[in-house]
């Protein structure tokens, strides 16, 4: 079955945690297909950053915390 195409980022977080110092992107999306996912991955990857600037061109707000 072909994966359907992201068609709007719905959120986007990056999570530091402090105490191994990890950095970790999180990006939600639904498809054209009307099913929903989750991206979690490295912030440096470019993957990940492809999804964090199509997010910012769409107006998502980038959530930032620590953990």
């Not at 639904?30 to 910012?56: E, V, Y």
Request: some cysteine.
């Amino acid at each position: 079955m072909p994966k359907g195409m992201i068609t709007k980022i719905t959120s986007y977080k990056v999570t530091h945690y402090s105490d191994n110092g990890q950095t970790l992107a999180e990006c939600a999306w639904q498809d054209n297909k009307g099913c929903t996912g989750t991206t979690i991955g490295s912030p440096d990857n470019a993957h990940m950053l492809a999804l964090l600037h199509r997010a910012q061109r769409e107006g998502v707000t980038i959530e930032r915390e620590s953990a």
